[in-house]
């Protein structure tokens, strides 16, 4: 337990998660209200359902663009913007509905724009977990943000539908709108964050790059696939639940209500037990999460009992606790700081983004083979996913490796705005023959160091006339993104490059950096003096390969040609 809570001993966190139980309660809120509002003005099944879908569709469509803006402008100042945003569709539905001025596509387009908030705050909230508290407390954070859902999810529907019995949805919306103030008002105490000394990426190169890292990224990519199955195998259990309740259980909405509850509950205890779980199971935790969670929900669609079924559910919500934190905390500590926010818009998309399937897959064979069936089936795949999962390699938590930058890397950042590019990179080796094979394994663990922190091409050459003399070649969109691509070396990228200088048998291998000239407008050339100095300035201080003997006398005597070139 003390393990568990041990987060809330830092304050900007405490206080964060504090307002964060407030804003998700008024949550629940807006959802009961809104639905039941839609229904009433409209009576229709579509557009009850569209309203229920306005707050993640735009998650679909701005997850990456928003997980971009969290890695390359304040977090802070995002969470604002996104927590006003949403405010302020709340407040509006609640102003429009007490006038009586309220219409279905008011309300979807109102919906809308709290889901385009919500959109935006999911990246940059869950990328800041690890800059509020230590890195071994990350875990037990994500599991006390759960619990602050969970929390809501457990009271939230019932007041809900309290409030908009007895007062009306006006009322809920306008107890939502005032419920992002408290979060408003912590993340105003904090001090901003000190303003970048070089420009951002431009989008389409953040989002590309963030792609690519994880596409490069080999343990990242099998936990985005984890979360994804996870997802479509789970979300059965909680979208057919009142089918299930109907059909099995022969109950109504106060059942339902207690089924869901249930599960909350489950959610608690997992939160207080994650600690002790992941010391006893280790590298299995997610597995077995997965397989636990598909047991449990085999049981719900098997059992006619409704106590059976609850405590089914109460172990459900254990499992899908141990099972989202463990992969959410070791997205966010296996992603560098740098991509972080894409890093976790790609882990939302995996999930959240998946979940409304998971759903219609259900719900479409539930139509065929009955909604207890369906339960039963796609959990009964997800015990499966979790059995293959344990082959997969995913990582253990406390086995991330951390992606500290090595003490002696020297990632000072550099004060100007380079321009020019794209940037192509050329490394020669000289290496023995006997040690080709060793060459090329080390080649391909620097292919991904060098696709993952910046290079969108690359490509590794075998000179015609001496074979000894081996070649890399990388590409990048601008000198910026390759002065920025110094900064992003981790301890084992560094060891990665390191290991592959070795084998130059010339006294170490050599760059030569070539960049494309703007022929036709003299403005936009770069200025090349200083941008030559800063990056030599890199390269003798960080551990990166040795500029060639033409770089060095090009600086000396203040040239600055294009390309050049090492003579044979």
Known sequence: MTSSVAPLRHSRFRLLWMASVVSNVGSFLQTVAAGWLMLQLTGSPLWVGLMAASSTLPLLFLALPAGALADTVDRRQILLVSQGLMGSAALGMAVLAFFDQITPGLLLTLGLMLGTGLALNLPAWQAMVPDLVPRGLVASAVALNSVSFNVARAIGPALGGLIVATAGPDLAFFINGVSYVGVITVLLSWRAAPERADSPDPMRNAIALGLRFARFTPPFRRLLGVAAGFALTSAVVQSLLPNVTEEALEGGATMYGFLLGMMGLGALAAAFSRHRAQESLGRHMVPVGIVGFGI?????????????????????????????????????????????????????????GLLP???????????????????????????????????????????????????????????????????????????????????????????????????????LYRNAEDPHRMTEVMVLSSWQDHIRQHQRIDAEAAEVIRATREFDREGGPVTHHLVAVEVADREARPQWEELLAVHRGLHDADGSIPLSETDQATLADGSAPIGHRRDP
């Open 296 to 352: 449990a929900g085999t049981a719900v669609g098997l059992s006619r009992n409704p106590l059976l079924t609850g405590l089914a559910m109460f172990i459900a919500g254990v499992f899908w606790v141990w099972t989202l934190s463990t992969l959410n905390a070791t997205v966010q500590l296996l992603a560098p700081a740098w991509i972080r926010g894409r890093a976790m818009s790609l882990y939302t998309l995996s999930f959240v």
């Open 357 to 459: 399937i998971g759903s219609i897959v259900g719900g479409a064979l539930g139509d065929l083979i009955g909604s207890p069936g369906s339960v039963v089936v796609l959990s009964t795949v997800a015990i499966g996913f979790g059995l293959v999962v344990v082959r997969l390699g995913v990582p253990a938590l406390g086995e991330v490796v951390a992606t500290d930058p090595p003490a002696d890397w020297d990632l000072t950042p550099h004060e100007f705005d380079m321009s020019g590019g794209p940037v192509m990179v050329v490394n020669t080796w000289v290496i023995r023959h006997a040690e080709l094979e060793e060459f090329l394994q080390a080649m391909d663990r620097l292919r991904l160091v060098r696709l993952r922190t910046g290079a969108y091409r690359w490509a």
